[in-house]
């Protein structure tokens, strides 16, 4: 059985914050957001003022910086009633404490990402840390969300390594949802690879590879144009229906690992994904000119071609075998071609190490 999933409405464009109210009106005219800090004041008068324009009764409450149970108990204690809509406005942990919340109450959801840092604004997952940052586990929205809202005028001006780990979320896409695809693997729905997950993931692909850098010139300038707009639907809308729809396999399997230790655990999850990237690729046996190539764009984009330039320190051997071992427990470890063990993605780590020094 092949299961596609996607948000109910997905909105872009620059200015999009003054559109908040009629758009959370169409859900429910009670609504509450969990937000970012830094959001909170810089546009927290302007999503007040929209929502109540469109008569929508807006309750705020700022994110506490984890999207850890804690937080989401906290969250729920200040939002007492159960909500009928809960939005939430900022970066990737914000979005995940919104979304778990919601899920607690049996809310609507609506996503408003401040950054392009993942593909997490579109899909039903979300992942909860612990108090010490350690991943503990990605749980499920009853649906995808009801409404993405993306307003790239503030994405724009948002820092570039965000967008770069955006972009480095969303280039391997192809190579994890087709290896998921051919080897019989299920997607986050639990059904088959839908062909049109593999088609976005090879789009995106081709759409970074050629656009990337005027991407990025465009933050640069602190102005969107319409190769941004492409670029932020490309990372943020068809990653995320390329991934849940297709599957993952080696790269996201190594989040396990890169979250477990100091440094790496401490930078970006597109960061940690762009580096996995080379060494999924490494152990599908691509040809060296192949995965040289993908480094080669890495590095004039300012993505981590080893693990190296991902921690800023050199990795011991413990810690390839500490990182390998992690990996091997995540469940889209198994889509793939052949049955894997720790010895060979550490193996396959030490050789894009010895590829970039």
């Known amino acids: 059985m092949m299961i596609f999933g996607s948000p109910a409405r997905y909105i872009q464009g620059p200015g999009l914050l003054a559109e908040m109210g009629p758009e959370l009106a169409r859900l429910s005219g009670r609504a509450t957001m969990v937000v970012d800090s830094f959001i909170e004041d810089a546009y927290g008068e302007a999503i007040a003022a929209s929502c109540r324009s469109a008569g929508v009764e807006l309750t705020l409450l700022t994110f506490g910086g984890e999207s850890s149970p804690e ?29 778990a919340l919601a899920n607690r109450s049996g809310a ?41 809202l993306v307003d790239t005028e503030i994405i724009v001006r948002a820092p570039k390594q965000m ?20 080897n019989g693997g299920v997607n986050v729905f639990g059904g088959t690879s839908a062909w049109s997950a593999r088609v976005l993931a090879r789009a995106s692909h081709d759409i970074l590879l050629r656009h990337a850098e005027d991407a990025l010139g465009a933050i640069d300038r602190g102005k969107t144009d319409p190769v941004f707009e492409m670029v932020v639907e490309a990372t943020v809308l068809m990653s995320g229906l390329a991934f849940e729809s297709g599957g993952l396999s080696i790269a996201h399997s190594m989040t396990r690992g890169l979250t477990a230790l100091a440094p790496w655990k401490e930078r970006m999850h597109g960061h940690q994904v762009a580096y996995a990237n080379l060494v999924q690729i490494a152990l599908e046996d691509r040809p060296e000119a192949e995965i040289g190539d993908l480094a080669a764009f890495y590095g004039r984009i300012g993505l ?54």
């Open 71 to 99: 937080e989401v108990d906290r969250l729920a204690a200040l939002a007492g009633e159960a909500p009928p809509v809960v939005a939430a406005a900022g970066g990737g942990k914000c979005i995940d404490a919104g979304k």
């Open 163 to 182: 967008f770069l780990g955006g972009i480095g979320d969303t280039i391997g896409k192809i190579y994890e949802v087709e290896a998921c695809a051919r």
């Open 108 to 148: 609507a959801m609506v996503t408003i990402p401040t950054v392009a840092s993942t593909d997490a604004p579109t899909s039903h997952n979300y992942v909860l840390y612990g108090a010490d940052h350690r991943m503990l586990g990605v749980e499920k929205l009853r649906r995808n969300p009801d409404l993405v």
């Open 304 to 357: 981590p071609r080893s693990l190296a330039e991902l921690g800023g320190v050199a990795p011991s051997e413990e810690t390839f075998e500490t990182i390998a071992r992690l990996t091997m427990t995540a469940p889209h470890i198994r889509h793939f071609p052949r049955t894997l063990s720790a010895r060979e993605v550490a193996h396959a780590m030490r050789r894009i190490e010895a590829m970039v020094k």
